[in-house]
């Protein structure tokens, strides 16, 4: 089932003027230097950037394009990035279009997509992990985290599974600000990467169980350390599934007044350090939220924040959105070795991000390309400068 307007739909899709800015346009005076991750990191074909995902898009829709596997690929060599979205100067949002032809076409035969969605599923995460472990962070983290309380801590799968590190510190931060918190006992994946991929029928399901048990615990307020799980509790639920959602913060923005007000005290770093900020596509361009990380960085004395040549609403994306890192897992390292690129030729000591999802696939960019850049999350940041 799906409420996307088939109507409306092909209506949007209509409104690209075919130009094709949103393949590689430079515009200094808004901060572009290029615009499609997957185009620069690929065979440069048309059907490598949106214009030409939009065509073939058209085309599936209308019968003119046979509805295979293959046919449909540049559907999901995307990253759900929104770069193109942020440039284009049609009356459309080019990205959200893709994203409503993913759920559309979702019968087309797509192996990675219906392999994730079955193990969230069965694993309830996209890991295929014992479910059960992902409390196991909290073993040894000196304190008791209750299971119900007005504010809850939603790890996410990420944090959870595969980077316990950012859940502890996330932990410590809050314990240090002061902040009661709970964490759920069975946390469930949010859902994000059915959606981005066109399962948004498995995910309304998972949505509704997701929000039972957040309100089983008795949450007024909700906070995340993860982006795609900011954008699809805070948006997406609601938006999409007409849930009623209590309030959804990252923890940053929860962080900040207690930061601002030296409620949370920073210590400075021993030696002057460089830091820059990789905006995460889901909670900047998605969520508008640009200044606050920065303002956060700012704090931290002995600190200078440097910017890379993208950022902001312009900003290039780590490559592992949309579902590209289990469609295409090369072109999505081969991404995250771009900005690593760009966060070297600024000078920077280290990078910060705020999703634990872009912080595994900007890691596997700096491997490949044997960076020694320093690439953190900023709660761990932020755990390590406490005073
Ligand atoms: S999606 Fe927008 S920027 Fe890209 S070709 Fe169409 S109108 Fe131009
Ligand atoms: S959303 Fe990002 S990856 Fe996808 S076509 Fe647009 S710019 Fe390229």
């Not at 304190?143 to 996330?170: H, N, R």
């Not at 998972?206 to 949450?219: D, F, H, P, Y």
């Not at 900020?277 to 361009?285: A, E, L, S, V």
């Amino acid at each position: 089932m799906t409420d996307v307007d088939m109507d409306e739909l092909m209506e949007n899709l209509a409104q690209c003027r075919r130009c094709g800015i949103c393949r590689n346009a430079v515009y200094e005076d808004r901060g572009f230097n290029g615009v499609c991750p997957v185009w620069k990191n690929s065979s440069g074909f048309e059907t490598s950037f949106m214009r030409g995902r939009l065509q073939v898009a058209i085309a599936l829709l209308e019968g003119r394009l046979e509805k295979t596997a293959e046919n449909a690929e540049s559907l999901y060599t995307c990253t759900l990035c929104g770069n193109c979205t942020a440039i284009c100067a049609a009356e459309f949002d080019p990205t959200r279009c893709l994203e409503n032809v993913r759920e559309i076409l979702n019968e087309i035969p797509n192996e990675s997509r219906d392999e994730i969605a079955k193990k969230i599923q069965i694993y309830n995460n996209p890991y295929s992990e014992n479910n059960s472990s992902r409390r196991s962070w909290a073993v040894d983290i000196g304190f008791d985290i209750p299971s119900t309380g007005e504010v809850l801590y939603f790890t996410g799968c990420t944090a959870g599974l595969k980077l316990p590190e950012t859940a502890k510190s996330t932990a410590h931060v809050l314990r240090a600000a002061g902040v009661d918190f709970a964490v759920l006992e069975d946390e469930p994946c949010c859902g994000s990467v059915m959606i981005r991929t066109g399962r948004s029928d498995s995910a309304r399901e998972n949505a509704k169980r997701v929000l039972e048990k957040i309100r089983n615990s008795g949450a007024e307020t909700v906070i995340v350390s993860c982006a795609g799980c900011l954008k699809t509790l805070r948006e997406d639920y609601n938006e999409r599934f007409g849930l009623d959602m209590p309030k959804v913060l990252h923890v940053i923005e929860y962080l900040l007044p207690m930061i601002q007000n030296k409620k949370l005290k920073l210590k400075p770093f021993e030696k002057p350090v460089k830091i820059s900020w990789h905006d995460p596509c889901h909670m900047g361009r998605a969520l508008g939220i640009y200044e606050e990380p920065r303002e956060i960085i700012r704090a931290i004395p002995n600190v200078e924040l440097v910017e890379m040549d993208t950022n902001r609403a312009a900003t290039m994306c780590c490559g592992a959105g949309g579902g590209l890192r289990s469609y295409d897992g090369e072109i999505a390292k081969k991404i995250a070795s771009d900005r690593i690129k760009s966060a070297q030729e600024i000078g920077a000591d280290i990078l910060a991000t705020a999703c634990p999802f872009c912080e595994h696939n900007l890691k596997d960019g700096a491997e490949r390309i044997e960076s020694k850049i320093k690439i953190v999350d900023i709660l761990d940041l932020l755990s390590q400068q406490l005073e």
